[in-house]
T-cell receptor, first 109, second 118 residues
Framework: KNEVEQSPQNLTAQEGEFITINCSYSVGISALHWLQQHPGGGIVSLFMLSSGKKKHGRLIATINIQEKHSSLHITASHPRDSAVYICAVRSYRDDKIIFGKGTRLHILP | KAGVTQTPRYLIKTRGQQVTLSCSPISGHRSVSWYQQTPGQGLQFLFEYFSETQRNKGNFPGRFSGRQFSNSRSEMNVSTLELGDSALYLC?????????????????FGEGSRLTVL
């Protein structure tokens, strides 16, 4: 079993829909990162969380440390949000970064 | 502010050769980490450097090595290349405030170096 699990693996939605991507992890962490990667493009950091909730524009990220779970929400989704979203955690024990397999999001116009 | 710069962007090597990739972090960032991305395995952590010292290392063979210079620029080297080393190699920099704590800094990624091994 992977130490970082994301769901769903693939998601197709209509423009304007509310999107939720989930990340569950099994190790103690010092931080959790949400990353975005467009096809053929580089990786952009969206959020770094250690507790609570952060909001940036139409993006919201939450984390529940006790439940070892984080969610990334996209409100009023747009075709330009189509990308792979990757959850990554920094392990508290050895400071290494562990990645989820990513969620491929496709927003239809 | 200039972003993270990786060179070369693309390169082709043959089995048995060695390769060196370079990463220049954002000015002022002292932490540089390296990652391998493949279609099958996704993103995997290679190693991380802070102030010229390797802080930690992922589960890769000793053929993968790296170093960081006093100006925070970093290089990674892969010796005796294998076909399976074909991948996108990414580096990221961060301004680490307190290593080993939650204040490890947001990661800023370069565009990557795409290595093809024939």
């Amino acid at each position: 079993k992977n130490e970082v699990e994301q769901s769903p693996q693939n998601l197709t939605a209509q423009e304007g829909e509310f999107i939720t991507i989930n990340c569950s992890y099994s190790v103690g962490i010092s931080a959790l990162h949400w990353l975005q990667q467009h096809p053929g493009g580089g990786i952009v950091s969206l959020f770094m969380l250690s507790s609570g909730k952060k909001k940036h524009g139409r993006l919201i990220a939450t984390i529940n440390i006790q439940e070892k779970h984080s969610s990334l929400h996209i409100t009023a989704s747009h075709p330009r949000d189509s990308a792979v979203y990757i959850c990554a955690v920094r392990s508290y024990r050895d400071d290494k970064i562990i990645f989820g397999k990513g969620t491929r999001l496709h927003i239809l116009p | 502010k200039a972003g993270v710069t990786q060179t070369p962007r693309y390169l082709i090597k043959t089995r048995g050769q060695q390769v060196t990739l370079s990463c220049s972090p954002i000015s002022g960032h002292r932490s540089v980490s390296w990652y391998q991305q493949t279609p099958g395995q996704g993103l995997q952590f290679l190693f991380e450097y802070f102030s010229e010292t390797q802080r930690n290392k992922g589960n890769f063979p000793g053929r993968f090595s790296g170093r960081q210079f006093s100006n925070s620029r970093s290089e990674m080297n892969v010796s005796t290349l294998e076909l399976g080393d074909s991948a996108l190699y990414l580096c990221a920099s961060s301004s680490v405030h307190k290593p080993g704590t939650a204040n490890t800094g947001e990661l800023f990624f370069g565009e990557g170096s795409r290595l093809t091994v024939l």
